[in-house]
C-alpha cells in the first residue's frame, strides 16, 4: 500500500477517488452481466450448428456411397468465392457478424451427370455455411472472453482492492486530522490558561 499524506488535500482526493469506483462499479458490472449473457447466447448458437451439421451428415451417410462413382464430384466443382461478415458491437466490444458466403460452382454436363450431383452440391454448399457461420461464433466467443476477462479484473480491482483502499485511506486521513483538531483545541486551553495565571 503506497504512503499516503495525511492532509486536507489528500482527504479530498481519496473522497474523490473513491466517488469514482463506486460511480464506475455498477457500470462495470453491467458490462460483466451483457458479457456473460453473450458468452451463453454464442454457446447456445454454437450448439445448434454443431447439431444442424451432424444431422446433415447423417443424412449425407445415407447416399454417400454415390460420390465414389466415376469421379463426377470433384474437389473442384464447389468452392468459396467470398465471406461475406459484417461487425457487430456488444458492450464495446467489436465482433464479426457472419452474413454469408458466396460460392462458385464449377460448370458440369447436365446430361452425363448424376442427379444426384445438384444435391450433393447443395449438400456441400449447405455444410460449408454452417462451418463457415460456427468459425465466426467461434471467433465472438473468443472475444467476448477476452474482454469479460479484463472486465472481471477491473471489477475486482474495485471492489476488493480500490474501494477498501480508498475508505481506509480517508478513515485514516480523518482519524489523524481529527486528532490534529483536538490537539490543537488541548494546546489554546493550555495556553489560555497559562496567559490568564501569568496575568494575575
Same mark, same amino acid.
Given at each position: 500500500?503506497?504512503?499516503?499524506?495525511?492532509?486536507? &488535500? !489528500? +482527504?479530498?482526493?481519496?473522497?474523490? *477517488?473513491?466517488?469514482?469506483? #463506486?460511480?464506475? =462499479?455498477?457500470?462495470?458490472?453491467?458490462?460483466?452481466?451483457?458479457?456473460?449473457? @453473450?458468452?451463453? =447466447?454464442?454457446?447456445l448458437r454454437l450448439k445448434e450448428l454443431?447439431?444442424? /451439421? @451432424? &444431422? +446433415?451428415? @447423417?443424412?449425407?451417410?445415407?447416399?454417400?456411397?454415390?460420390?465414389?462413382?466415376?469421379?463426377?464430384?470433384?474437389?473442384?466443382?464447389?468452392?468459396?468465392?467470398s465471406l461475406r461478415t459484417d461487425t457487430? &458491437?456488444?458492450?464495446?466490444?467489436?465482433?464479426?457478424?457472419?452474413?454469408?458466403?458466396?460460392?462458385?460452382?464449377?460448370?458440369?454436363?447436365?446430361?452425363?451427370?448424376?442427379?444426384?450431383?445438384?444435391?450433393?452440391?447443395?449438400?456441400?454448399?449447405?455444410?460449408? $455455411?454452417? !462451418?463457415?457461420?460456427?468459425?465466426?461464433?467461434? @471467433?465472438? /466467443?473468443?472475444?467476448?472472453?477476452?474482454? =469479460?476477462?479484463?472486465?472481471?479484473?477491473?471489477?475486482? =480491482?474495485?471492489?476488493?482492492? #480500490?474501494?477498501? !483502499?480508498?475508505?481506509?485511506?480517508?478513515?485514516?486521513?480523518?482519524?489523524? $486530522?481529527?486528532?490534529?483538531?483536538?490537539? *490543537?483545541?488541548?494546546?489554546?486551553?493550555?495556553?489560555? *490558561?497559562?496567559?490568564?495565571?501569568?496575568?494575575?
Amino acid at each position: 500500500m503506497a504512503k499516503i499524506r495525511l492532509t486536507k &488535500n !489528500e +482527504l479530498k482526493k481519496q473522497k474523490d *477517488s473513491l466517488k469514482m469506483y #463506486k460511480r464506475y =462499479l455498477p457500470t462495470l458490472m453491467l458490462k460483466k452481466q451483457q458479457l456473460q449473457g @453473450e458468452i451463453r =447466447l454464442t454457446d447456445l448458437r454454437l450448439k445448434e450448428l454443431h447439431s444442424a /451439421r @451432424e &444431422n +446433415l451428415d @447423417e443424412s449425407f451417410k445415407r447416399w454417400i456411397a454415390v460420390f465414389g462413382e466415376k469421379g463426377f464430384f470433384t474437389k473442384d466443382i464447389l468452392s468459396i468465392t467470398s465471406l461475406r461478415t459484417d461487425t457487430g &458491437n456488444v458492450a464495446g466490444v467489436a465482433i464479426p457478424i457472419f452474413k454469408g458466403a458466396d460460392f462458385k460452382i464449377s460448370r458440369y454436363d447436365l446430361v452425363h451427370t448424376p442427379l444426384w450431383l445438384d444435391t450433393a452440391v447443395d449438400s456441400m454448399k449447405q455444410s460449408l $455455411l454452417l !462451418e463457415l457461420e460456427a468459425e465466426i461464433v467461434e @471467433e465472438q /466467443r473468443r472475444r467476448l472472453d477476452r474482454e =469479460l476477462r479484463t472486465t472481471t479484473q477491473r471489477v475486482n =480491482l474495485f471492489e476488493k482492492i #480500490k474501494i477498501p !483502499e480508498a475508505a481506509g485511506n480517508i478513515k485514516r486521513i480523518q482519524v489523524y $486530522l481529527g486528532d490534529q483538531q483536538t490537539a *490543537s483545541v488541548v494546546r489554546g486551553k493550555i495556553a489560555k *490558561s497559562a496567559s490568564s495565571e501569568v496575568s494575575i
